[in-house]
């Protein structure tokens, strides 16, 4: 059954609230291109909007009335942010989850080093990357330095008009024929992601490494670390330049990390704009580490998201373990990713049929999973069924698919993790174009269904 284009019910009213979506969206790209600054960002945002920190409450013992609003960000790269319901916790929550971490390349622990006059940063890349889409492009360093004393140092070069961007060289062409015998895979070694970062050396100085030594020297300067205190760094390297509009019609945005912060950002227009207080409570989740396997203690694999159950039912007055195990199995879930949108160049790899659309409003994904639906959610029947009527009901144009062809290929995310609670999971996102390459696309009318359909869910389901 082929669904329509979204496009093509808008009136003057809703492109104006659409265009204002993608505008503001744009800015959470440009502002989040890590996951600690995307949950700074929400952070910002939820405090705008009225809400207060959970640990603070927690602090103060304070009991939680149905209305509260409450966010908690562990380890400052996750965060949750929820709406107390009317209704007992024990009956669940409704919950719309995204990852907010990006394929990209972090810099290794002794990152730093000269070779032939010119001084480099070795990378590890993060995440599943086709490593040749990485080279001659201007990049940018994003992350934190921690020093022995305490003191946290914010690192952003390559952002500004005045900065100067760093980039990993490609053999020319001239010289290319034995690396064009390569395999895609192979044509860029992973040990090969070397980010140029100077060639000028430091004067008057008898060190033999002389431009490692200035540009250790300006790294003192602006940013007051030494080399050691990159062994406590974590410092991420993306695209440089910000999100653009796509198009001559400007329908499509071209950005880094759409993958999944797209999904992340509908849900915080979704959760804002909830008025009054709902039934059940509702809960806006972004985690870490989703690229590679939600491992770690700010992976979804950790215990954040319960514990934070937990403590918001201590302060409602009904905790015990029962009615927690209870809460999260009434849990309804929404786990939005990113789909593959259909692209006609590549043809092959799609089931056109069950593949997702550029334009054709929010995806759900029945099963995501790779070799007979391995490592996949596969979510009910019934609950698909009741996904329909809200996203129906609130009149959110929706489209069903697979991620590719049958053997083709695969994916996984988050869903079947917070399944292993006994609670309703599908996976709910937007379809993008260049998945984890260093710049995606994604439909403007995509995202902006993605936010109608995210709040319906939330007040509704």
Same mark, same amino acid.
């Given at each position: 059954?082929?669904?329509?284009?979204? +496009?093509?019910?808008?009136?003057?009213?809703?492109?104006?609230?659409?265009?204002?979506?993608?505008?503001?969206?744009?800015?959470?790209?440009?502002?989040?291109?890590?996951?600690?600054?995307?949950?700074?960002?929400?952070?910002?945002?939820?405090?705008?909007?009225?809400?207060?920190?959970?640990?603070?409450?927690?602090?103060?013992?304070?009991?939680?009335?149905?209305?509260?609003?409450? +966010?908690?960000?562990?380890?400052?790269?996750?965060?949750?942010?929820?709406?107390?319901?009317?209704?007992?916790?024990?009956?669940?929550?409704?919950?719309?989850?995204?990852?907010?971490?990006? @394929?990209?390349?972090?810099?290794?622990?002794?990152?730093?080093?000269?070779?032939? %006059?010119?001084?480099?940063?070795?990378?590890?890349?993060?995440?599943?990357?086709?490593?040749?889409?990485?080279?001659?492009? @201007?990049?940018?360093?994003?992350?934190?330095? $921690?020093?022995?004393?305490?003191?946290?140092?914010?690192?952003?070069?390559?952002?500004?008009?005045?900065?100067?961007?760093?980039?990993?060289?490609?053999?020319?062409?001239?010289?290319?024929?034995?690396?064009?015998?390569?395999?895609?895979?192979?044509?860029?070694? =992973?040990?090969?992601?070397?980010?140029?970062?100077?060639?000028?050396?430091?004067?008057?100085?008898?060190?033999?490494?002389?431009?490692?030594?200035?540009?250790?020297?300006?790294? /003192?300067? /602006?940013?007051?670390?030494?080399?050691?205190?990159?062994?406590?760094?974590?410092?991420?390297?993306?695209?440089? &330049?910000?999100?653009?509009?796509? =198009?001559?019609?400007?329908?499509?945005?071209?950005?880094?990390?759409? %993958?999944?912060?797209?999904?992340?950002?509908?849900?915080?227009?979704?959760?804002?704009?909830?008025?009054?207080?709902?039934?059940?409570?509702? $809960?806006?989740?972004?985690? %870490?580490? *989703?690229?590679?396997?939600?491992?770690?203690?700010?992976?979804?694999?950790?215990?954040?998201?319960?514990?934070?159950?937990?403590?918001?039912?201590?302060?409602?007055?009904?905790?015990?373990?029962?009615?927690?195990?209870?809460?999260?199995?009434?849990?309804?879930?929404?786990?939005?990713?990113?789909?593959? &949108?259909? %692209? @006609?160049?590549?043809?092959?790899?799609?089931?056109?049929?069950?593949?997702?659309?550029?334009?054709?409003?929010? $995806?759900?994904?029945?099963?995501?999973?790779?070799?007979?639906?391995?490592?996949?959610?596969?979510?009910?029947? *019934?609950?698909?069924?009741?996904?329909?009527?809200?996203?129906?009901?609130?009149?959110?144009?929706?489209?069903?698919?697979?991620?590719?062809?049958?053997?083709?290929?695969? =994916?996984?995310?988050?869903?079947?993790?917070?399944?292993?609670?006994?609670?309703?999971?599908?996976?709910?996102?937007?379809?993008?174009?260049?998945?984890?390459? @260093?710049?995606?696309?994604?439909?403007?009318?995509?995202?902006?269904?993605?936010?109608?359909?995210?709040?319906?869910?939330?007040?509704?389901?």
């Amino acid at each position: 059954m082929e669904r329509e284009n979204a +496009w093509k019910k808008y009136d003057d009213p809703a492109m104006k609230e659409l265009e204002a979506v993608s505008a503001n969206y744009r800015r959470f790209l440009d502002s989040g291109k890590t996951e600690r600054e995307c949950a700074e960002y929400a952070i910002a945002m939820a405090e705008k909007n009225g809400y207060a920190s959970l640990e603070e409450a927690i602090r103060a013992g304070k009991k939680l009335e149905p209305g509260a609003k409450l +966010w908690a960000s562990p380890m400052g790269k996750t965060i949750m942010l929820f709406i107390i319901g009317r209704e007992p916790l024990e009956n669940g929550m409704n919950i719309v989850g995204a990852h907010i971490d990006s @394929p990209r390349m972090d810099l290794k622990q002794n990152p730093l080093y000269e070779d032939s %006059d010119l001084a480099y940063l070795d990378t590890h890349y993060y995440g599943g990357i086709k490593k040749y889409q990485w080279v001659t492009l @201007p990049l940018a360093l994003h992350g934190v330095v $921690c020093k022995k004393d305490g003191t946290k140092v914010n690192v952003v070069v390559g952002e500004d008009e005045d900065d100067p961007v760093l980039c990993i060289s490609d053999l020319l062409i001239h010289l290319s024929a034995e690396q064009l015998q390569k395999k895609g895979a192979e044509v860029i070694g =992973g040990e090969d992601l070397n980010l140029i970062i100077g060639g000028r050396p430091l004067k008057d100085t008898e060190e033999k490494e002389a431009v490692k030594a200035n540009v250790l020297n300006i790294l /003192k300067e /602006k940013y007051d670390f030494e080399e050691e205190d990159f062994l406590s760094a974590e410092i991420e390297v993306v695209p440089a &330049g910000r999100a653009r509009e796509l =198009g001559l019609d400007r329908s499509m945005i071209l950005g880094y990390g759409h %993958d999944d912060r797209v999904c992340a950002y509908a849900e915080l227009e979704a959760i804002f704009g909830i008025e009054g207080v709902p039934a059940r409570t509702v $809960c806006c989740l972004f985690a %870490d580490k *989703e690229e590679i396997g939600s491992v770690g203690a700010t992976g979804m694999q950790a215990k954040y998201f319960e514990n934070a159950f937990a403590e918001l039912m201590n302060l409602t007055g009904e905790y015990c373990d029962l009615k927690l195990r209870r809460g999260l199995a009434n849990s309804k879930m929404l786990s939005c990713d990113v789909s593959a &949108g259909y %692209d @006609p160049n590549f043809a092959s790899v799609f089931e056109k049929k069950n593949s997702a659309f550029l334009g054709r409003g929010v $995806c759900f994904n029945k099963y995501t999973g790779a070799r007979g639906k391995s490592g996949s959610n596969d979510a009910n029947a *019934e609950y698909m069924a009741e996904v329909r009527k809200i996203m129906d009901d609130a009149n959110v144009s929706f489209q069903t698919a697979e991620l590719g062809r049958v053997d083709a290929g695969g =994916g996984g995310t988050i869903a079947y993790i917070c399944a292993l609670y006994c609670m309703n999971v599908i996976d709910s996102g937007v379809a993008v174009l260049s998945m984890h390459a @260093p710049w995606e696309i994604i439909s403007k009318a995509d995202l902006y269904e993605a936010v109608k359909g995210y709040r319906a869910f939330l007040v509704n389901a």
